[in-house]
Every structure is written in structure tokens, then in C-alpha cells.
């Protein structure tokens, strides 16, 4: 957990502590009376939702967590040292996160098996699935070639979380400079189609997530992707020998 967390937590522990020792206490149905109320409740909740979303800490002995900022802010004698409290911090999230990404493989596997019976889903051999929506009647990328898309990313919850077309302008990148599962399929098009793939967790972004997205370790993903245009793309025994061929013409 980052420092900045802990240190939220806190503020908010000072704003609970604040409010019993003046009487202003809430419970689970009272009204908002006071500025002071109002703020404590946002931070509380404001504290839960960035654990669960950025830390993933789903479970919590709220009794216990209550008790250990009471400690804290009244000068308690602490059940757990400080100098031991970040490091059962952090092997707890650990173990959140572990529990988090099997679950993840877990359900990507059921996802994929039973998507693989539905009608028009082909598989190849390394596990991709795939499915034409529209056929298209131009060239098929190479490995090495250049393609322009549109594509919308969701994951097996319908979530979308990467769209070109909400952007509204469609990407262009090497074919080989892709996830493999983005890689193989795209090869299986030609320009003017659309396709759906279901990318396993191996053939996507593994146990790693990626910088800046929503996409967590371990998922399977579904991407709709059209192919609109391919440029040739240069192979590297090809660049070698022109890179060569530059250098002798130099002399």
C-alpha cells in the first residue's frame, strides 16, 4: 500500500475520533447534520473505494480497523508496532492480489471453454478463439507490416476498457508490436473484415497489468477489431542487408 494511503486513512481517522469525542457520532441511518459529518463520511468512503480499486482489498475486520485508528490519534499503547505494520500491510495485499489473479485465470478459462462451443467461434492452436463478424475481401498483414484499426477492448464482464471508435480515431502499429494474441489474429484478417477475438490470459498481458489501464493480471480479454488498412512493413534481414548496402555506398 502507498504511503499516501496510509496517510488518508489517517486523515480520516481523525476526522472519526473527532466526531465521538464531540457526540457526533453517526449511525447507519443518520442524516448529515453537520459539515464535519459530511466530510468524515466522503473520506471514509473516498478511503474504501481506493483500497478496493487501486489495492484491491476487498475484506476487512472493519471492527478492527475502527479500533487500530482510535489507538493511533488516542495515544493507545498499539497492539501491533509500527515498525512491523507496513510489512503485514503489504504481505496481506499480496496475498489479496494472488487470490485475485487466480480468480482471474480461473474464470477465463471457464469463459473461453464454454465460449468455444458457440456457433461461428473457431480456435487455433495456441488458444486463440475467434469469430468473423463481417468478412473483408483485402490484403492479409504480415508479421512484419503495419496495420490501421478500429477496436473496442472489453473484458468477460462486458466491461469496456480501451475503445478507439469512443475516441473516435482509429490506431495504427507494427503487427509484431502487439500482444500475441492480437498478433496471430490479426494475420487471419484481411482489410475490410471484422473479427472478435477472445484472447486467453497467456496470449494477452499474463500476471503483468498493464500501466495506466483497467485491465488486472491474469484476464482473459475480448477484443471486436476491424482492419482497415495495412502498410508492407520491412522485414530485419531485409533492413540489414539495405543498412549494409547504404554503408558501402558511403565509401
Known amino acids: 500500500m502507498k504511503i499516501k494511503n496510509l ?88 496475498s489479496l492480489r494472488e487470490k485475485r489473479n487466480q480468480k482471474n485465470l480461473e474464470r477465463g478459462e471457464e469463459f473461453l471453454k464454454e465460449n468455444k462451443k458457440k456457433e461461428g467461434v473457431e ?57 500475441p494474441g492480437w498478433t496471430e489474429g490479426l494475420q487471419l484478417m484481411e482489410v475490410g473484415s471484422k473479427y472478435k477475438f477472445f484472447i486467453p490470459a497467456e496470449l494477452a498481458y499474463g500476471k503483468r497489468s498493464p500501466r495506466g489501464s483497467d485491465i488486472e493480471p491474469n484476464q482473459t480479454l475480448i477484443f471486436e477489431v476491424e482492419l482497415l488498412n495495412v502498410k508492407e512493413g520491412e522485414k530485419p534481414e531485409e533492413g540489414q542487408q539495405q543498412r549494409q548496402m547504404r554503408q558501402k555506398i558511403k565509401r
Do not use: W
Not at 22 to 32: A, C, E, I
Not at 147 to 159: Q, S
Open 7 to 94: 496517510l488518508l486513512i489517517a486523515f480520516v481517522g481523525l476526522f472519526a475520533a473527532s466526531c465521538s469525542q464531540g457526540g457526533g457520532g453517526l449511525t447507519g441511518n443518520s442524516k448529515m447534520k453537520t459539515q464535519q459529518d459530511s466530510a468524515s463520511y466522503a473520506l471514509g468512503s473516498s478511503v474504501a473505494n481506493n483500497l478496493n480499486s487501486r489495492n484491491g482489498v476487498e475484506e476487512l475486520n472493519y471492527s478492527a480497523f475502527v479500533n487500530g485508528m482510535e489507538d493511533a490519534f488516542e495515544g493507545k499503547e498499539l497492539k501491533i508496532e509500527e515498525e512491523s505494520q507496513q510489512k503485514i500491510i503489504q504481505n496481506y495485499l499480496t
Open 123 to 179: 480456435t487455433t492452436e495456441s488458444g486463440l478463439q475467434y469469430k468473423v463478424i463481417e468478412e473483408g475481401d483485402g490484403e492479409s498483414p504480415g508479421k512484419y507490416d503495419t496495420v490501421k484499426v478500429h477496436y473496442t477492448g472489453t473484458n468477460i464482464d462486458d466491461e469496456v476498457f480501451d475503445s478507439s471508435k469512443d475516441r473516435g480515431e482509429p490506431v495504427e502499429f507494427p503487427v509484431n508490436r502487439v500482444i
